[in-house]
């Protein structure tokens, strides 16, 4: 069975999400992909570094048509004019998008492929495919993201969950909305590649140069530093409990913002004490988790956070890492495994002092409690008989 993945990400990230891990799996499965990489949800801003910088690639990409990522699997950076509030517009990207899919369907020489769509603005490729079944998989409240017409995206959604024949969520919370439209929601909470970073308790990995330069304790945090997920005082606290050791800060910084860094970050990443380092690949991020104490989720409470059940959870437990967390919905109740939260700059940074306390066997201990609990193994069986049982009805 071909699937056309609707991703929401292009597929040149350091940071794997799980459209990735969905379409590399389903391929190892030996199921042809498609991944189209997302055109975005609002519209480019000169003022946004990130936005030039991917428009630029886009160009590059789509100069090359299909793209051959890995055995099975291709890829596709459809050109589209994404984030406008003109309808007549929408109705061009929306027809010039579908128009450059089916013609990568068609010289794949693919007939009703399944459509696993993981943004909701992929509707329109599901009427130009003709797909033998819809799978909407959300993995964010992506009306809750900075520059987007919300009320046109709550819309859309709202299409898309009476044509999906599959809805999955990602976190808990995301499932309790979206059953307010269709009860029968899956829920698919985020996992991690354990066995990659399982590595950081499983064998002795290096320490990277750039961290052997750091005092210790050090403190980390890993992924986007943007405006509209980052709270700039809970990473200022993380810092401040660290005392004479150093907060590490590796990912893109700004990704998905309309704008710069707000003053109190941009502040924040000159001081003494904190390294932010930029992105690193995927497969060496073990090694920075192996050689640091504590890892932190400094997330704001937004609407955008509140569904987010982040995939740097997981990889920071499978790594042994005690977290700190901001308290949010699907951050809560998960002590027995380590993750500490709290509300306020001052609650955080005693969760960190405390998290620092922690015997160096804790970790093993936390790493064996999150494999046990499963990785992208398990969560793509799931997905796998969840498919195979739609299938098995006729599909759409």
Known sequence: MPLVIAASAVWDTPAPVNAHQVARRFAARGHPVLFVEST??????????????????RLRHFGGGLRELAPGLHG?????????RSPAVRWISDRLLAAQVARAVGRLGWQAPLLWAFVPTALPVARAIAPRAVVYHCVDDY?????????????????????ADLVIASSPVLAERLRERRPEVRCAPNV????????????????????????RPRVLYVGNLAAYRIDPTLLAAARAAAGEGSLVLVGESGLGDTGGAPSELAELLGSPGVAAVGPRPHAELPAWMAHCDVAVIPFLDNE?????LPLKLWEYLAAGLPVVARELPNLQGREELGVRTAADPEGFAGEVR???TE????RA?????????????ERMEELADWTAELLAKGGG
């Open 143 to 163: 009306a809750g993201n900075p520059g987007v017409d919300a009320a046109w995206l709550r819309g859309v959604e709202g299409q898309m969950l009476e044509r």
């Open 304 to 308: 955008h956070t509140r569904g987010s």
């Open 40 to 57: 975005g949800l609002r519209a480019p801003s000169l003022a946004a570094p990130h936005d030039l910088r991917r428009i630029a690639a």
């Open 76 to 84: 596709l950076a459809p050109l589209a004019l994404p984030g406008s």
């Open 354 to 356: 405390a998290a620092l």
């Open 192 to 215: 991690a590649d354990v066995a990659l970073f399982g590595r950081a308790v499983d064998e002795a990995l290096p320490e990277p140069a750039e961290l052997a330069a750091l005092a």
């Open 365 to 377: 201990a936390r790493s064996a409690e999150a494999r046990r609990q499963g990785g992208w193994e």
């Open 359 to 362: 015997p160096p066997e804790a």
